[in-house]
């Protein structure tokens, strides 16, 4: 194969509980992961010599070099290779951008070059091992313990205010890094929004007093019609609801979007 398609999907935490530290410094973990139907699109094309282009609404400040997660994934891989990254998802948002990216990376120079990724998805970063299989997940460990779970597909609502928000300061800034971990999973069929409920992101209180406009943001997706629950994602700064239905969901994106034209929204569905 000499060029193949990839999708990178934004990456949900639909509840993030922070349950220890290690003696690295890196955070342990317990959430539940579920991806998005929105995400950046990559083209990858056999190549002498490694490229990166950036396109798409949210190019803008993204690297082209090898600051990039993409380029990193591509080395780690071992083989060069033309990619041109479409990005739709906002950077530094807490929904996986670079992460979805990379791991979407891997699976594209798998296509190409025919041979699985030998490496570890986890040296690239945290998040890049949920978002190799892209499938909603149970994440423990620092992000390399991953148990899958069948979701039913839930329509929401995304938000980023368009603050970027440092995932070392949300982390420094946690009240308890020994918080309980998830209450036992919902069985299949069970009511998964009554569940998630009753779970939290152990991440939204310190991000929120460090860009209070999280905040506003988690009070405007509260008061839409139809919303179920709204909260944080990640380290933030990308909120989300979930809502009662696809139209209830178009409906908030675009009653949010003209109030607050600055903010990056998306109406899609988690699964
Ligand atoms: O692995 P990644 O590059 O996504 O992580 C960014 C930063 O977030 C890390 O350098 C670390 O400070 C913090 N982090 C953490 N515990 C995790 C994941 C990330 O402390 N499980």
């Not at 997706?221 to 909260?231: D, K, P, Q, V, Y």
């Not at 944080?232 to 609801?241: D, H, K, L, N, P």
Request: proline share 7%.
């Amino acid at each position: 194969m000499t060029k193949t398609k990839a999708f990178a999907p934004a990456k949900i935490n639909l509840c993030l509980h922070v349950t220890g530290q290690r003696a690295d410094g890196y955070h342990l973990l317990d959430s539940l992961v579920a991806f998005a139907e929105v995400g950046d699109h990559l083209t990858l094309t056999r190549s002498e010599v490694m490229q990166l282009q950036v396109t798409g609404p949210m190019a803008q400040g993204v690297p082209t070099d090898g600051r990039n997660l993409c380029w990193k994934a591509a080395k780690a891989f071992g083989q060069p290779a033309a990619i041109t990254l479409d990005k739709h998802l906002p950077a530094a948002a807490g929904i996986g951008g670079g992460s979805s990216d990379a791991a979407a990376v891997l699976r594209g120079m798998s296509d190409l070059y025919g041979t699985p990724f030998g490496g570890e998805a986890l040296t690239l970063g945290a998040d890049v091992p949920v978002c190799m299989a892209a499938r909603a997940a149970r994440m423990e460990g620092i992000g390399e313990v991953l148990t899958p779970l069948a979701l039913p597909r839930l329509p929401a609502v995304l938000v980023n205010p368009r603050v970027e928000v440092s995932t070392p300061d949300v982390f420094r800034a946690l009240a308890s890094k020994t918080n309980p971990a998830l209450e036992p999973l919902p069985a299949d069929g069970a009511d998964v929004i009554a569940w998630l409920r009753d779970q939290r992101n152990d991440l939204q209180p310190p991000a929120v007093a460090l860009q209070p406009v999280i905040g506003d943001v988690l009070q405007a997706l509260s008061a839409c019609e139809g919303t179920f629950l709204a909260r944080m994602s990640g380290s933030g700064a990308t909120c989300f609801a979930i809502m009662a239905s696809d139209e209830a969901a178009a409906r908030a994106a675009t009653a949010l979007g003209q109030k607050h034209p600055n903010w990056w929204i998306a109406a899609t569905a988690l699964s």
